[in-house]
T-cell receptor, first 116, second 112 residues
Framework: GESVGLHLPTLSVQEGDNSIINCAYS??????FIWYKQESGKGPQFIID?????DKRQGQRVTVLLNKTVKHLSLQIAATQPGDSAVYFC???????????????FGKGTLLTVNP | DADVTQTPRNRITKTGKRIMLECSQT?????MYWYRQDPGLGLQLIYY???????NKGEISDGYSVSRQAQAKFSLSLESAIPNQTALYFC???????????FGQGTRLTVV
């Protein structure tokens, strides 16, 4: 069955270091993948997405890498700051016809803690 | 003002009671969703709607119902609340191009 999972439930880094959050997926039919950030007491916020026909995409201080061969997705945060402390979710969108392109399947999340 | 507003933000209710969670959005999106989040878990889809006349069940719809009163409003009801429905509930909207979803602040529901 389809699933989106994360390798590590928690990640602790020092301020200024780079962070890497990993995600494994099993549904080859997913047409794009999204990373969300959820701060305490708030709803998830979109960070960056990547289409399945890409292997890398960069945003402001963030880079997402997609390895379809091993069905692995990662989010890299450069120069991590205290404000980056949050739970990070990867999600996959299953494309296709017949209304099936609605669905975002979320992983369990990784708690990132940035130490000053 | 928030683009996606959920009310109430917190609610404690008793087993067997009916409760409604409301969501309104100002983004003009036609797609709206209700998700449930349990501690340490990701978000699970309860119901989704592509427009006022289109309502669809998600992964965990049992025990829940929804109403799309207008394009901007999507409410979730628990007909007879039970303790294992204690969770954080999120409403979200997306546009037709399937780009990012915008989430509300969440409703923390406790069923005692």
């Amino acid at each position: 069955g389809e699933s989106v999972g994360l390798h590590l439930p928690t990640l602790s880094v020092q301020e200024g270091d780079n962070s890497i959050i990993n995600c494994a997926y099993s549904n080859s039919a997913s047409d794009y993948f999204i990373w969300y950030k959820q701060e305490s007491g708030k709803g998830p916020q979109f960070i960056i997405d990547i289409r399945s026909n890409m292997d890398k995409r960069q945003g402001q201080r963030v880079t997402v890498l997609l390895n379809k061969t091993v069905k692995h997705l990662s989010l890299q945060i450069a120069a991590t700051q205290p404000g980056d402390s949050a739970v990070y979710f990867c999600a996959e969108n299953k494309g296709g016809s017949g209304g099936s392109n609605y669905k975002l399947t979320f992983g369990k999340g990784t708690l990132l803690t940035v130490n000053p | 003002d928030a683009d996606v507003t959920q009310t109430p933000r917190n609610r404690i209710t008793k087993t067997g009671k009916r409760i409604m969670l409301e969501c309104s959005q100002t983004k003009g999106h036609d797609r709206m969703y209700w998700y449930r989040q349990d501690p340490g878990l990701g978000l699970q889809l309860i119901y989704y709607s592509f427009d006022v006349k289109d309502i669809n069940k998600g992964e965990i719809s049992d025990g829940y119902s929804v109403s799309r009163q207008a394009q901007a409003k999507f409410s979730l009801s628990l007909e007879s609340a039970i303790p294992n429905q204690t969770a954080l509930y999120f409403c979200a909207t997306r546009d037709r191009s399937n780009t990012e979803a915008f989430f509300g602040q969440g409703t923390r529901l406790t069923v005692v």
